[in-house]
């Protein structure tokens, strides 16, 4: 599920800021959620704004510099049975893929799924998420706001 930003394993979450300061670098540190296995954005805002704050995980911590964080990370499924069904066939090539060395399986077998799951699963897979994912967010820049301004930008 960390290879892709999976739709079906989004998830969203306001992390519980902890009272334990970390030692230095940032002002506060932020509990990872117990099913979280990516981190893909970290935000000030409920807005999804991303406005290129700094933050950092380590270990099952999230250390910045704000008091509140909105957090989107890719879950760990509770339930197999709620993924998509190209993630799920993705899932099984991996599995494969890992279950055919130890059963003996003969080398072409571990190259046909490992260029099944490179070649047509992962792709097709990634563009029918993509085209289910209308959320699509791009950082601003002075480029780009400079455009829809009167004057130009200086600096």
């Not at 009272?19 to 959620?33: E, N, R, V």
């Not at 981190?39 to 995980?57: A, E, K, P, S």
């Not at 950082?139 to 009167?150: F, M, Q």
Request: glycine fraction near 2%; charged fraction near 20%.
């Amino acid at each position: 599920m960390r290879i892709y930003t999976w739709n079906c394993c989004t998830r969203r979450a306001i992390p519980v800021k902890l009272s334990a300061a970390p030692a230095f670098g940032h002002k506060f540190a932020f509990q990872l959620p117990n099913d979280a296995l990516r981190i893909i954005n970290v935000f000030n805002n409920t807005n999804q704004y991303d406005d290129g704050i700094r933050w950092v995980l380590e270990g099952r911590e999230i250390l910045c510099d704000y008091d509140v964080i909105y957090l989107k990370y890719i879950a760990k499924p509770s339930n197999i049975s709620t993924l998509d069904p190209l993630a799920t066939q993705a899932l099984i090539c991996n599995l494969a893929l890992k279950l055919s060395i130890p059963l003996h399986l003969d080398n072409d077998m571990h190259s046909q799924i490992l260029q099944e799951l490179e070649q047509v699963v992962l792709p097709r897979a990634r563009s029918i998420d993509t085209f289910e994912n209308k959320e699509l967010l791009l950082e601003e820049s002075n480029w780009i706001l400079s455009r829809s301004v009167d004057t130009p930008l200086v600096g």
